[in-house]
C-alpha cells in the first residue's frame, strides 16, 4: 500500500517539471498525463538527433573532393573554397588539352619536315663511303666496306636494310653513339635532330665534307638540322606545359581532399548545440517546452 501511494507522490512531481502548474494541461487521467510527458521528453531528445544529422563526415568530405575537387568544400558548407579548387581544376584542364594539342600539331609539323628533309639512305651512303678513310682514320678503326655489302637493297642507294646500317653503327662506335630506329618510331625523329652522327641524312649536308664530331674537333651541323632541332623543341615545350597542368590536377585533387576532411572537422566543432527545457509564463498558466540551440561560428 506504501508503495502505491509513494509512486503515484513521485509520478505527480514528474509531470510538474514538465507541464503548467493549472489544470489545462493535466487532464488528471494516467494515461493522457503520461501521453504528455513523453511527448516532451520525445521532443528533446529529436532535438539531440536533429543536431547530429547537422554534423559533417571528415572521410566522407575528403572522398568528395579526392573524386571532385571543390565537392567535399560545398558539402562542409564553405563555398568559397569549393569555388577555388573548382577553378584550379577546370583551369588546369584546360590548359592541359590545349597544349597537348599543339604538342600533337607541332609533332606532325616537325615530322612532315623530316620526312622532306631528312634522307636515311643519304646517311648510310656517306657513312660506308667514308668508313676506310675517314672514319677508319678518325677513330682508330680497321673496317672494311667489304663487310657491309647488304647495307643497301638497290643499285643506286635509296632503299637502307636497317638491321646491317645497325650493325654499321655498332661497329664504328665513337660519335657514332646511337642506333637509327626504324623510320616513324618516336626515336627515329628524335636521334635525327638531335646527335651529330645523323648530320650527314640533311638536305643541305654536302656529301664531299668529311665531317667529324669528337672531343678534339667537332664541326657544325647544318642549317636544317638546327631549324629542325628548334622544331622538335618547341613540341616538347607545349608537352611540358600540358604534363605540368596534369601535375596540378593530381595535386590539386590531394589538397583539395585533406582541405575538405580538415573544413568538416572544423565545422563540427564549431557547431555547438545547446538544449533546455523553457518556461513560458502565460498569466496564472505555465507552459514548459524543448529548445534547440544552435550557434555557428565562422
Excluded: C
Amino acid at each position: 500500500m506504501y508503495k502505491i501511494i509513494f509512486f503515484f507522490l513521485l509520478q505527480s512531481l514528474f509531470f510538474n517539471a514538465f507541464a503548467q502548474t493549472n489544470n489545462e494541461n493535466l487532464t488528471g487521467v494516467l494515461h493522457l498525463d503520461n501521453q504528455l510527458a513523453f511527448d516532451i521528453t520525445s521532443s528533446a531528445s529529436e532535438g539531440e538527433n536533429n543536431s547530429a544529422s547537422k554534423k559533417k563526415s571528415p572521410l566522407l568530405a575528403g572522398l568528395f573532393s579526392l573524386a571532385i575537387p571543390g565537392a567535399g568544400e560545398f558539402y562542409s558548407g564553405s563555398y568559397l573554397k569549393s569555388i577555388l579548387f573548382i577553378g584550379i581544376e577546370a583551369a588546369a584542364i584546360t590548359v592541359g588539352l590545349i597544349y597537348d594539342k599543339k604538342g600533337d600539331d607541332q609533332t606532325v609539323v616537325f615530322e612532315n619536315y623530316a620526312d622532306k628533309f631528312w634522307d636515311p639512305a643519304k646517311y648510310a651512303r656517306w657513312t660506308i663511303d667514308n668508313l676506310e678513310d675517314h672514319l677508319n682514320q678518325v677513330l682508330n678503326n680497321n673496317l672494311k666496306a667489304e663487310n657491309y655489302t647488304g647495307l643497301f637493297y638497290d643499285e643506286e642507294r635509296t632503299k637502307v636494310n636497317w638491321s646491317v646500317l645497325n650493325r654499321l653503327e655498332s661497329d664504328i662506335g665513337g660519335w657514332y653513339s646511337h642506333r637509327l630506329e626504324r623510320f616513324g618510331e618516336q626515336q627515329y625523329y628524335e636521334m635525327i635532330g638531335k646527335y651529330p652522327q645523323f648530320n650527314p641524312g640533311w638536305s643541305d649536308f654536302d656529301e664531299n665534307f668529311q665531317f667529324v664530331y669528337t672531343n678534339q674537333r667537332r664541326d657544325p651541323v647544318t642549317d636544317k638540322f638546327e631549324y629542325y632541332s628548334q622544331l622538335r623543341g618547341k613540341a616538347n615545350d607545349y608537352y611540358d606545359i600540358a604534363s605540368t597542368a596534369v601535375i596540378i590536377v593530381v595535386v590539386n585533387h590531394i589538397i583539395s581532399a585533406a582541405d575538405a576532411a580538415w573544413t568538416a572537422s572544423r565545422y563540427n566543432k564549431n557547431l555547438s548545440v545547446n538544449m533546455s527545457l523553457e518556461k513560458t509564463q502565460l498569466g496564472y498558466s505555465s507552459e514548459y517546452y524543448p529548445q534547440l540551440n544552435m550557434k555557428l561560428n565562422f
